[in-house]
C-alpha cells in the first residue's frame, strides 16, 4: 500500500523550532522527489519544500532561510527541521512523493499522508 506518515506536529511559540518527520511505504522512496506541503482551512495547498533523488533542495520564498528538509534512503524517510517560526507558518503540513526531478505541479504528486498540525502562537 502506498502511504506516508507524518509526525511531528506541535503547538509552539513564535521564535520556536520543530521537527517533522515522514515515513514513507508501498514504493521505491530512493527514486522519488519528497516533498512537503502545507495548508491552512480555505487556501489551497503549497509546496514549500523539495528534495530530489540526488539530495538537491529547492524552498518557498516563505520559508528559505528558516526550514531545512533532508532525507533518510536507508530509513526510507524525508525530514523537515522548522526553526524561526512565525504565526504564519500555522498549518497542516502534508508529505508526498513525486517524480525525482520534483516537479512544480501539486497534482504531480502522490502517496499523500493524512497530515500533521503545527500551530505557532504569537
Known amino acids: 500500500q502506498v502511504q506516508s506518515v507524518e509526525s511531528g506536529g506541535d503547538s509552539v511559540q513564535a521564535g520556536g523550532s520543530l521537527r517533522l518527520s515522514c515515513a514513507a511505504s508501498?514504493?521505491?522512496?530512493?527514486?522519488?522527489?519528497g516533498a512537503w506541503f502545507r495548508q491552512v482551512p480555505g487556501k489551497e495547498r503549497e509546496g514549500i519544500a523539495f528534495?530530489?533523488?540526488?539530495?538537491?533542495?529547492r524552498y518557498a520564498d516563505s520559508v528559505k532561510g528558516r526550514f531545512t528538509i533532508s532525507r533518510d534512503n536507508a530509513e526510507n524517510s524525508v525530514y523537515l527541521e522548522m526553526n524561526s517560526l512565525k504565526p504564519e507558518d500555522t498549518a497542516m503540513y502534508y508529505c508526498?512523493?513525486?517524480?525525482?526531478?520534483?516537479?512544480?505541479?501539486?497534482?504531480?504528486?502522490?502517496?499523500w499522508g493524512q497530515g500533521t498540525q503545527v500551530t505557532v502562537s504569537s
Open positions: 528534495i530530489n533523488r540526488g539530495g538537491g533542495t
Open positions: 508501498g514504493y521505491n522512496f530512493s527514486t522519488r522527489c
Open positions: 508526498a512523493a513525486g517524480s525525482w526531478y520534483c516537479p512544480a505541479a501539486r497534482s504531480d504528486y502522490f502517496a
